[in-house]
């Protein structure tokens, strides 16, 4: 999966030196670019999927230094772009992974992703090593101390109760104090796929598509939300028998 990045640079020619050298490097996808770190402050939210965010330091109303501070937790990785080397110790304060100087040459720049590349390569695989050995998992239910085991081969979908979740199984309905966004990342690394804003279905359980429809094995039918419609049928395609004989 490439990494989502995000630039900004109050320097137009500064941003299209970075979306060029993103677009060379394999493993990146600009997603998005300001030249205000005021768009920014505004236009960065922790629902984007930002996983580095490019930041110069030296810009009008907010500094670099500044904006890192209030979008920090919002992304993943975190580099600095600039042509002043006295920064960096404020830089590293706020948690930065790599500080670049300018002016930034193809060279610098992969070298410096390169590092982040391969620690995301490694944590993914600790992750996926970790979370593929689980074959279960617990919820709370609806006292202190009461607990529900769920095996994950029984689960046929999870739907969204604004702060709970409903969790269905091939027997029974669970209802827990979670968000979708929680479960959904709990399960990243299991057979299990996002239709719509309110429901996600173990792949398993899905009996029949039919246009923007899932018919799911219980019979139930959930549509397919716009912004899913890329990534569930990309899965559909992967999965789908295909003929060689030609027509």
């Given at each position: ?135 279960e998992i617990f919820i ?52 299990f796929i996002r239709v ?52």
């Open positions: 999966m490439d990494l989502n990045c995000v630039v900004v640079d109050d320097e137009e020619h500064a941003i299209e030196v970075l979306a060029d050298h993103i677009a060379e490097m394999p493993g990146l996808t600009l997603l998005k670019t300001f030249n205000s770190p005021i768009q920014a402050l505004a236009g960065i939210s922790e629902d984007d999927g930002i996983d580095l965010l490019f930041l110069d330091i030296d810009m009008p109303g907010i500094s670099g230094l500044e904006l890192a501070k209030a979008v920090r937790e919002k992304v993943k990785y975190l580099v600095f772009t600039t042509a002043h080397p006295d920064y960096a110790l404020q830089a590293f304060e706020v948690q930065t992974d790599q500080y670049l100087l300018k002016p930034i040459s193809f060279a610098k720049f992969a070298l410096a992703l390169d590092r982040i590349l391969k620690k995301e390569a490694a944590q993914e695989k600790k992750s996926e090593s970790k979370e593929l050995k689980i074959s709370k239910g609806d006292h202190k101390h009461a607990f529900s085991n769920i095996s994950l081969d029984s689960i046929l979908y999870i739907k969204s109760l604004t702060n709970y979740i409903q969790i269905f199984t091939q027997t029974e309905a669970h209802t827990t104090y979670l968000t979708l966004k929680e479960i959904e990342k709990a399960l990243e690394h299991h057979p719509n804003k309110s429901n996600i279905v173990a792949k398993s359980a899905i009996k029949k598509v039919d246009g923007n429809m899932v018919r799911l094995v219980n019979n139930e039918m959930l549509q397919i939300g716009e912004p899913y419609k890329d990534s569930f049928f990309e899965y559909v395609q992967k999965s789908l028998l295909k003929s060689n004989r030609s027509t």
